[in-house]
């Protein structure tokens, strides 16, 4: 697993919950270090042990805890960049909807050995949309719902989701568009900020 | 941007292409015959806000960086299918590049674009991604200067990390972790820069005497403490610039750069010596211990060599332990034919590391 998606789950469990959350998590997991190194790799078998750890330290599912990921990755100051980088996929969250597709090739294009799983956006009707999430990775749904969640936020837009744990690697969520203007959103300048 | 209105009539032509231009070069200009700007993108218009494009001459607006010297109309007209480089002559002085291609009525038409201002442009000038034709590659660099400034940014952290344990390896690799002083490899490395150097300079080998016997009789907790204590001994009767390493269980090695003075380094040694045998308190008990040591100088060689010299200076602190211990030696030729054939067929050091190896280290 790439040390960027473990070291997420280290800063999510840090900013979200205090440094001593995540110590006690790591200890439990048995990881032997604290810090995960964003640009080296571990062993996936790492990754689901931090997972477990997390969830037993939050009383929180799985699915729960990675779905808190996906949005702390889009609304959390701390991960400003990750926000930044997703909104380069478009001007309205239709349009980022539609990027999400090509959003696994984005990623590698930045970190080349930073694998995403497959994305595939359908589109029933102008405001009915799925995505497909084709993943090893059990959850990165669960992930991808969070992200969706708060990237609508993000938009201002009004959006009902649902979440469909799938099996066999195939993970599906449904995409209701209620509103795209519904709040003003957050801004967003191509400029990036200095520093 | 404008939107293309279906136009329908004779004129439909024209305006689809003036519409057709507005999409796909957002930033182009078109010229009349007297080099006047007739027609500008909306997005080149954007950089001049409050300032109407439509009306002003072309060169008056932009300084032509490249080709050099093309101050009239009739000189920009020669330069189509060539890269221009402009440059706003009002502020912010954007550079852009450009290429112009000649209408049949004279004018022209010249589609401009940033090149590698657009991370400063979008900036200065607010711009937003309805700003870029479709097909502009503008979005794309300007994700991928973001994306791969984090990841750079990532990897210097690591780096930084490595470089911090790096030092703390070799440090350690240098350090006699009983003591602090530097270990084996730590003086074989400054005395290689000592020979390289060519400067004069002195090797002394000190060997403990009955440290073992403190070792048998008060344990290796009261060994260690002495040990200890010899380290700060031999800190403090040195200069800042000698090196002290621990070589071997109760062998140390002291390099004077620079100082080959056989009375200064004869009184050091005493001095030594001296300080050595003052009684080392351990809990209630007093361990004593004293020294042997041998000397020799660098300049006492035609080419100095590291293995030679260590070998002298350790037969030359035999010499002191065989004349009854405590005392200093300075290394004479004639003290390698006295010694033993074996000692001097196989180097000490190694023999002698050897044969302590089992009680002390």
């Not at chain 2, 439909?12 to 006047?36: K, Q, W, Y």
């Not at chain 2, 290429?99 to 000038?125: H, K, M, N, W």
């Not at chain 2, 300079?201 to 403990?208: R, S, V, Y």
Request: hydrophobic fraction near 45%.
């Amino acid at each position: 697993m790439h040390g960027l998606i473990n070291s997420t789950i280290q800063r999510f469990a840090r900013d979200a919950y205090g440094p001593a959350l995540w110590e006690a998590a790591a200890e439990a997991a048995q990881l032997g270090f604290e810090e995960f190194e964003p640009m080296l790799s571990y062993d996936a078998e790492v990754t689901e042990r931090i997972l477990e750890a997390l969830g037993e330290a939050l009383a929180l599912p799985r699915e729960a805890v990675l779905e808190d990921i996906g949005t702390y990755l889009v609304s959390h100051q701390n991960s400003e960049r990750v926000r930044r980088l997703l909104r380069f996929g478009g001007m309205s969250f239709v349009e980022f909807l539609h990027s999400l597709d090509e959003l696994p090739d984005r990623a590698r294009l930045a970190v080349d050995d930073l694998v995403l799983p497959r994305l595939e956006l359908r589109e029933h009707a102008a405001d009915r949309f799925s995505l497909t999430v084709m993943t090893r990775m059990q959850g990165f749904g669960a992930v991808m719902l969070g992200v969706l969640r708060a990237m609508a936020d993000d938009y201002g837009a009004l959006v009902f989701l649902e979440y469909a744990s799938g099996t066999q690697g195939v993970e599906n969520i449904d995409i209701q568009i209620i509103e795209t203007a519904f709040a003003a959103g957050r801004g967003f300048e191509l400029g990036a900020p200095a520093g | 941007m404008n939107e293309i209105q279906p136009v329908k009539g004779p004129e439909a032509g024209l305006h689809t292409l003036e519409a057709i231009l507005d999409r796909f070069c957002p930033m182009h200009l078109v010229l009349n015959e007297s080099g006047h700007v007739i027609q500008a993108g909306p997005t080149l218009q954007k950089l001049r806000p409050g300032e109407e494009l439509v009306g002003q001459r072309v060169l008056e607006l932009f300084e032509v960086r490249r080709p050099h010297a093309i101050t009239t109309m009739k000189a920009l007209l020669t330069c189509a299918g060539t890269k221009l480089h402009l440059r706003f002559r009002g502020a912010p002085r954007t550079d852009l590049k450009g290429t112009l291609e000649p209408l049949p009525d004279g004018g022209a038409v010249v589609d401009l674009g940033f090149g590698i201002s657009i991370i400063e442009a979008v900036r200065d000038y607010a711009l937003v991604s309805s700003d870029f034709a479709a097909t502009d590659l503008a979005m794309e660099l300007l994700y991928l200067v973001e994306a791969k400034s984090a990841a750079m940014e990532a990897s210097r952290k690591l780096n930084l990390r490595l470089q911090d344990a790096m030092i703390a390896a070799k440090e350690q690799a240098y350090t006699d972790g009983l003591t602090g002083l530097g270990n084996r490899r730590a003086m074989e490395h400054v005395l290689g820069r000592l020979l390289e150097r060519g400067q004069p300079f002195a090797l002394m080998q000190i060997d403990l005497d009955f440290f073992k016997a403190v070792n048998d009789t008060l344990g290796h907790a009261a060994g260690d403490h002495v040990l200890g204590e010899v380290a700060r001994i031999l800190t403090l009767q040195t200069r800042e610039e000698d090196t002290i390493a621990r070589i071997g269980g109760d062998e140390f090695v002291i390099l004077f750069d620079g100082l080959t003075e056989e009375k200064a380094l004869e009184r050091t040694a005493q001095r030594i010596i001296d300080a050595l045998e003052v009684p080392i308190p351990f809990g209630d008990e007093l361990c004593r211990i004293s020294a042997s040591c041998g000397t020799v100088l660098s300049g006492e060689y035609k080419a100095p060599a590291a293995e030679r010299m260590l070998e002298d200076a350790d037969i030359a602190l035999y010499a002191s332990k065989n004349a009854g211990r405590a005392q200093h030696r300075f290394f004479r030729k004639e003290m390698r034919r006295d010694a033993a054939p074996s000692r001097v067929a196989e180097p000490a050091r190694s023999g002698k590391q050897r044969r302590r190896s089992d009680q002390q280290l």
